[in-house]
């Protein structure tokens, strides 16, 4: 393999790593959404570690212990993403553990997913034919309100696993959380992940 092949591999390796926190497998079709502003989003530090805050849906949550987080976004719109500083993971990629959160406003994806979870509540062994190429199943594990949990199933040697919860809030507000994996690192990253969850408030 020459050289050039090699720095081809690495630039492309680099541009996957720049978006994996924010994969959107769960993406119902329509005009593009309306995301939160930079300003939307707030990062604080308590007594007992760093918090985010997103004031316009009155939610919380408590950043893992030893994890950074970051607003990111261009032109398109704004999130956070927290990433495990504390565990070094892939060589290309860097961080073996990462969680995106995004609110966008979208009635129709609002609707999309509402429609998903009510399909599920009423039809609960029939969740296939909803038609989509990851696991689907129903969560309330923030703040009890009724979600749309996803696990793909691609485990990419590279890539590894995402999953995550999408959360209608009101008929146009839409709450997206995701977590990504790099393969070997499900045991250490997962229970994280599920602590994380249950630390989120939304008013």
Not at 38 to 58: F, L, P, R, V, W
Not at 62 to 79: H, M, S, T
Request: glycine fraction near 8%; include cysteine; proline fraction near 4%.
């Amino acid at each position: 393999m020459t050289k050039n092949v090699i720095l081809i591999l690495v630039v492309v390796a680099v541009i996957i790593a720049g978006s994996v926190f924010v994969w959107r497998w769960y993406e119902p079709a329509g005009e593009p959404s309306h995301f939160f502003t930079k300003e939307d989003y707030k990062i604080e530090e308590h007594n007992d570690g760093a918090y985010i805050a997103i004031e316009k849906i009155d939610l919380t949550a408590k950043v893992p212990d030893g994890w950074v987080a970051k607003i990111e976004g261009n032109d398109l719109g704004y999130w956070i993403e927290i990433t495990s500083a504390d565990l070094e993971g892939n060589p290309v990629i860097g961080q073996a553990c990462g969680i995106s959160i995004e609110v966008v406003i979208d009635e129709e994806r609002n609707q999309k997913v509402r429609d998903d979870i009510k399909f599920i509540q009423e039809n609960p062994e029939r969740v296939e034919d909803l038609g989509y190429d990851f696991k689907a199943a129903i969560s309330g594990l923030i703040s009890s309100k009724p979600g749309f949990f996803w696990l793909s199933q691609d485990n990419d040697v590279l890539m590894g696993q995402a999953n995550g919860v999408n959360v209608p809030l009101g008929k146009e507000m839409l709450f997206n959380i995701t977590a990504s994996t790099i393969s070997g690192y499900n045991a250490i990253c997962l229970p994280i992940w599920q602590e994380f969850l249950m630390t989120i408030e939304i008013e």
